[in-house]
């Protein structure tokens, strides 16, 4: 999304060229003063100003004043060195790095989404996962393993569709129809929203993950009696610590594919194709 922001778009967002991307990081710490050296670590992304309620409360996310995440702002990931600031470096132990970096957003987004409305998630529920992509593909899991819901994935692509039921959606489909009581749209379009509305059942949630820049229009008579609409912004840093506590009892896995230095460029032409499952991840040397 960010190779296609306009320049100017890129300005107002603060953000300046030229920028090392990759939002999504994991390796070992060379020299820190609380983590020592050689601790594996994943990045928490959502840098915070540190001082506000929200990031007192781990809520960096939802910071008053957000610094500028790494890839998306401060320089990211897609190099052998990168500097941050400790907290927001979480042990990972003998977990693969490799599988470790997409936990800290396409795990900890969608956990984060699913925390929210876990709580309606119960027993003869229907969850909907839109979009089975790099955060889609590790919602269906997180559902699996937190909640005995129903779990529906959509997606248009047929491998997409696949890669759902390998991760345990119990059923899959091409179009938004199935009614259902949570819906978490990881894409976000127009076209979803205006799907998740029709489909919601009375009292459910529609959870807009996805930045499709859709909209939906909420009042009183639609969509159905006592549902509610939330967005959510990447997750915190004590999910980011459940995040990977689920990857180590091997509860949820990430589906990677991985590339060189050399192939970054190409990796994401893939994925702007739409020719990715899974997360592609990059690897400097091992
Ligand atoms: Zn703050």
């Known amino acids: 999304m960010l190779l296609d922001m306009p320049r100017g778009m890129l300005a107002r967002n603060g953000i300046r ?17 609380t983590l020592a050296p050689g601790t594996a670590v994943v990045l928490y992304g959502a840098w915070g100003c540190g001082t506000c309620r929200s990031c007192l409360a781990g809520r960096d996310n939802y910071c008053a004043t957000p610094a500028q ?3 998306l702002g401060s320089p990211g990931g897609l190099a052998e060195y990168l500097v941050a600031d400790e907290r927001y470096l979480l042990p990972i132990g003998d977990l693969d790095p490799v599988l470790a970096a997409p936990l800290a957003d396409a795990a900890l987004t969608p956990y984060h989404a699913i925390a929210l409305v876990r709580q309606e998630l119960t027993e003869g529920s229907t969850a909907l996962v839109v979009g089975v992509g790099g955060l889609g593909h590790l919602a269906v899991q997180i559902l699996r393993a937190l ?44 076209e979803t929203l205006d799907a998740a509305a029709a489909v919601v059942r009375s009292a459910g949630h529609i959870v807009i993950v996805g930045i499709g820049r859709g909209a939906l229009s909420v009042g009183y008579d639609s969509p159905a009696r006592g549902v509610s609409v939330s967005t959510t912004y990447w997750g915190t840093r004590p999910e980011l610590r459940e995040v990977i506590e689920l990857a180590q009892a091997r509860r949820i896995t990430t589906s990677v594919e991985n590339f060189t230095m050399d192939e970054a460029v190409a990796a994401y032409g893939r994925l702007r194709e739409r020719r990715l499952t899974g997360r592609a991840v990059v690897v400097p040397h091992r």
């Open 147 to 190: 909640t005995p819901a129903e779990v529906i994935a959509v997606d248009t692509e047929p491998a997409a569709r696949e890669l759902a039921m390998t991760m345990g959606a119990h059923r899959t489909s091409a179009t938004v129809t199935d009614r259902a009581d949570v819906i978490i749209d990881f894409v976000g379009t127009q």
């Open 69 to 71: 995440p790494p890839g």
């Open 17 to 33: 060229l030229p920028l090392t991307l990759g939002h999504e990081a994991a390796g070992t710490v060379i020299a820190g003063t």
